[in-house]
């Protein structure tokens, strides 16, 4: 079960918040993918399917939990570039960058 936490921060530290939690789960992912990979990248044989097997689904699952901090980084930065590029009320900006999320689209460009 996932459950989100919300807690406030300055507004100047929120980018080097998000770069942290970048790159902690970018190690996290990268150590489970390599390790994987070096059975996955060994020879196919009968012998090595069931360790194959599990491998790939571990790079799998390390894939979509990695893509999840993504989105989560991604919905932090956007609510952050929302409030730095709007005059935007302060009760507006706490609410906003309590748990990271805004609701509005990202603004492309």
């Known amino acids: 079960m996932k459950v989100n936490i919300s807690y406030s921060v300055a507004l ?3 980018l080097p918040l998000v770069q942290k939690l970048y790159k902690e789960h970018k190690k996290e992912f ?21 360790a194959i097997l599990l491998s790939i689904n571990k790079m799998r ?3 979509v939990k ?3 901090k993504l989105e989560e980084c991604v919905n932090i930065i956007g609510g952050y570039h929302q409030i730095i590029h709007q ?6 900006v706490e609410e906003g960058l309590e748990g990271g999320l805004v609701d509005e689209p990202i603004p492309s460009g």
Do not use: C, H, R, Y
């Open 12 to 14: 100047e530290e929120v």
């Open 30 to 50: 990268n150590s489970t993918f390599s390790t994987a990979a070096t059975i996955v990248e060994s020879s196919f044989t009968d012998e090595q399917l069931e």
């Open 61 to 63: 699952v390390g894939m």
């Open 66 to 68: 990695f893509d999840t």
């Open 87 to 92: 005059e935007v009320p302060e009760e507006e």
